[in-house]
């Protein structure tokens, strides 16, 4: 059976579908000697993939990690980034930073910091990042002005971003302070800069974005607190939780299409 290359070295855990994507871009992916192409289908079982002229192997796979990283402004989540900027990857020691596969999950914008999780599961990251999941990210907001409770109730029920409705979030006030005000918004997406231009359409733009968990998975918490640019391991009952969430999702998109919705 054919397979999309991309997906095979996200299943081997080696990078997420996008970054393997990525790498098909940049050239350093070949498939029997040859350039492979974005989109291109192999038979994992006959064709011979290499990467940077490593050559995988059906058994390659590294052992799967999984990490919470306290992400500090400044820095891009990706592996590799044109502009030379620096990568959440280099807040990782020297033997995570290569050959394991480790890449961000989902993204926060250069000048965001907070919670974010980095794993070589493809499978993880394919499901954790799927249009449909529903994982729920929490955020500590710091916007200028202090908007009122209608302003609030219009965030929560969902505005129009790029010709389509948000999905309801739960925002309230935590702290009104002189000019400006600290709010707590829950979402269950994670549409690009979704936080900041929702603000900034209602009239308060936002200063500071800091994302404090994902899902059950608190960036302070009991097991660890971590400061900016420091990492943890995630627990076995943290990881348990995320499979568990991409199982109901899967769950879910399988009863819409047997409805038919």
């Known amino acids: 059976m054919e397979v999309r290359v991309q997906k095979i070295i996200a299943q081997l855990g080696i990078a997420s579908r996008r ?3 990525e790498m098909i871009r940049q050239f350093r992916v070949k498939i029997n000697g040859t350039l492979a192409q974005l989109g291109q289908k192999i038979d994992p079982e006959k064709d011979l993939i290499t990467i940077d002229d490593q050559t995988l192997t059906r058994n390659f796979r590294p052992n799967l990690i999984y990490l919470l990283l306290y992400k500090p402004a400044g820095f891009v989540c990706t592996c590799h ?3 030379k900027r620096p990568t959440v990857l280099q807040l990782l020691p020297p033997e995570l930073r290569s050959g394991l596969g480790i890449h961000p999950v989902g993204r926060l914008d250069i000048d965001s910091t907070g ?18 999941h529903s994982i729920t990210k929490t955020y500590d907001v ?3 002005g202090h908007p009122p409770e209608a302003v609030l109730q219009n965030w929560r029920e969902g505005i129009v971003l790029a010709g389509k409705n948000t999905r309801p ?12 005000s600290r709010l707590e918004v829950i979402l269950q997406e994670g549409r690009k800069r979704q936080i900041r231009l929702s603000a900034e359409q209602l009239g308060y733009p936002v200063i500071k974005l800091h994302r404090t968990a994902i899902g059950s ?11 900016a640019g420091e990492y943890r391991y995630l627990t076995n009952n943290e990881i348990n939780f995320l499979e568990k969430q991409i199982e109901q999702m899967y769950t879910n998109t399988m009863s819409q299409i047997t409805k038919g919705v």
Not at 118 to 125: A, H, M, P, Q
Not at 169 to 180: I, N, T
């Open 142 to 144: 710091l916007v200028k």
């Open 115 to 132: 919670a974010l999780l980095l794993t070589n599961d493809g499978d993880l990251t394919f499901g954790l990042t799927h249009p449909s």
């Open 217 to 227: 998975i608190q960036l302070q918490s009991s097991i660890a607190t971590l400061q």
């Open 19 to 21: 970054e393997a994507e």
């Open 169 to 180: 979030a739960q925002v309230r006030l935590l702290e009104r302070l002189p000019q400006q």
């Open 81 to 83: 980034d044109p502009q």
